[in-house]
């Protein structure tokens, strides 16, 4: 069974910076694209940035120039670094991962999420 289990949510002050984790494990054949997602309370769930395989990314436009998405794909990991966090960043992040299984077909899975708080 394939699990995606994040970590490094908190609370931060505006201007500050975390980074989140999240590492995918279980009966893995193949990895495909990565990334991260979050919801902020009465809003939608969003795209933050996506990374493919082979390291291409994409960015919100909200978060451009101060997030930046990273993975390593021998420990099946994705990261995100968030620079200069502002009170609007504060959601529920959850990172995601299209895997492939045994059977060869491509699920998308998610994680748990993890809060983050931007609040002075």
């Known amino acids: 069974q394939v699990r995606l289990v994040e970590s490094g949510g908190g609370l931060v002050q505006p201007g500050g910076s975390l980074t989140l984790s999240c590492a995918a494990s279980g009966v893995i054949f193949r990895v495909g694209a990565m990334g991260w997602y979050r919801q902020a309370p009465g809003k939608q769930r969003e795209v933050v940035s996506t990374?493919?395989?082979?390291?291409?990314?994409n960015y919100a436009d909200s978060v451009k120039g101060r997030f930046t998405c990273s993975r390593d794909n021998a420990k099946k990991m994705v990261y995100l670094q968030m620079n200069n966090l502002k009170p609007e960043d504060t959601a529920v992040y959850y990172c995601y991962a299209d895997i492939a299984t045994a059977s060869g077909t491509m699920y998308t899975y998610w994680g748990q999420g993890t809060q983050v708080t931007v609040s002075s």
């Open positions: 990374i493919t395989s082979g390291g291409n990314t």
